[in-house]
C-alpha cells in the first residue's frame, strides 16, 4: 500500500524483501532483504551501512530496478509524481533512468569504440542537449576528474581500474540527476580524486538531489552522510 509522502521526498521504499533461488544448486533459497523500508528526501543522502553480504548493493539493484524484488515496492519521484519502479513498464523503467534517477555501478561498462568524451556526452544528448554544450560539460567533469585531455577521444577499454571508474562517475554526475544511486564511487580511486567526488556528491545534495550510497571509505561516509541506514544480513536459510 502507498503511504502518504510530502513533495520532497524524493525515493521511498516500502516493505522490500528480496531473495534469490539457486536453481543449479539444488533450488537453494537465499532470503537477503527483508522488510527494508526508507524514504530519501531531496537534500538527503542516505548511506548504506552494514557487513559484507547484508545485501547493500542488492538493494541498490532493487532501486535501480536490475533486480525485480519479491516483496514491496520503490518509488522514484519523476514529473513530480512518485512511480513505482519494480512494476513500471520497461519504457517507464528507462525514462526514469534518463531523466529522474542515476546510478553509479560498481563497474564502467564499455561499450567498445566509443571515445571517452562521446560515453560522457551520451546522456546528456539523450535528454536533448546541443552536441556543443554537451561536449563542453562532458570537458569540464572529465577534467575535474583529471582524466587527461589527450585521452578524451580514446575508448575507456584500456585505461585503468581508476580511470575507468572516473569515467563512470563523469557519464552519471555529468547529468543533474534529481535522483542518485552511487555503489562505492570511491573504491578505487586515489585521495585527490576520492576528494573530487566527495566534493560533487555535496554539490549534488546542495542542489537539492535524493542521494543513496555505498562507500566503505570511514571518511568519506562521515563527510557525505545525513543519515545511515544499517542493512542487516537476513539469515541464509538453505532449503
Ligand atoms: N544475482 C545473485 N544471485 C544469487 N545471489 C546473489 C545475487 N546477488 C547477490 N546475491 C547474494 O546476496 C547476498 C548479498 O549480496 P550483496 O552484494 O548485496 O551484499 P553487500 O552488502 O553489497 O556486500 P559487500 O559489502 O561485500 O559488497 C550475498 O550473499 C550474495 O551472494
Known amino acids: 500500500m502507498t503511504m502518504n509522502y510530502d513533495d520532497k521526498t524524493s525515493i521511498a521504499v516500502e516493505d522490500l524483501g ?43 539493484r532493487c532501486l535501480y530496478a ?29 525514462d526514469i533512468r534518463r531523466r529522474s534517477l542515476g546510478y553509479v555501478s560498481q563497474f564502467l561498462r564499455v561499450i567498445p569504440r566509443v571515445p571517452t568524451v562521446e560515453l560522457v556526452m551520451e546522456p546528456l544528448l539523450a535528454l536533448g542537449i546541443a552536441e556543443e554544450t554537451a561536449r563542453e560539460r562532458a ?3 572529465l577534467a575535474r576528474l583529471r582524466i587527461p585531455e589527450r585521452m578524451w577521444h580514446l575508448p575507456p577499454g584500456t585505461f585503468s581500474g581508476g580511470e ?3 569515467v563512470n562517475i563523469a557519464r552519471v554526475m555529468v547529468v543533474d540527476y ?9 573504491a578505487s580511486l586515489d585521495a585527490d580524486n576520492r576528494q573530487t567526488v ?9 542542489r537539492g538531489a535524493a542521494i543513496v550510497g555505498i562507500f566503505h571509505d570511514a571518511a568519506v561516509r562521515e563527510a557525505l ?15
Open 18 to 60: 528480496k531473495s534469490f533461488t539457486l536453481h543449479m544448486q539444488g533450488a537453494t533459497h537465499i532470503p537477503v532483504l527483508s522488510d527494508v523500508s526508507f524514504t530519501v528526501e531531496a537534500g538527503d543522502c542516505v548511506v548504506l551501512d552494514g557487513p559484507s553480504g547484508a545485501g547493500k548493493s542488492s538493494l541498490m
Open 66 to 94: 536490475n533486480y525485480l524484488p519479491q516483496q514491496g515496492q520503490v518509488l522514484i519521484r519523476h514529473d513530480g509524481e512518485l512511480v513505482d519502479i519494480t512494476h513500471a513498464a520497461p519504457r517507464t523503467v528507462l
Open 225 to 239: 552522510a545525513t543519515r545511515t541506514m544499517t542493512i542487516t544480513p537476513s539469515d541464509k536459510v538453505a532449503a
Open 139 to 141: 570537458g569540464t567533469i
Open 198 to 206: 566527495v566534493e560533487l556528491v555535496t554539490e549534488a545534495c546542495a
Open 178 to 186: 534529481p535522483a542518485l544511486l552511487l555503489d562505492e564511487p570511491t
Open 164 to 166: 575507468q571508474q572516473r
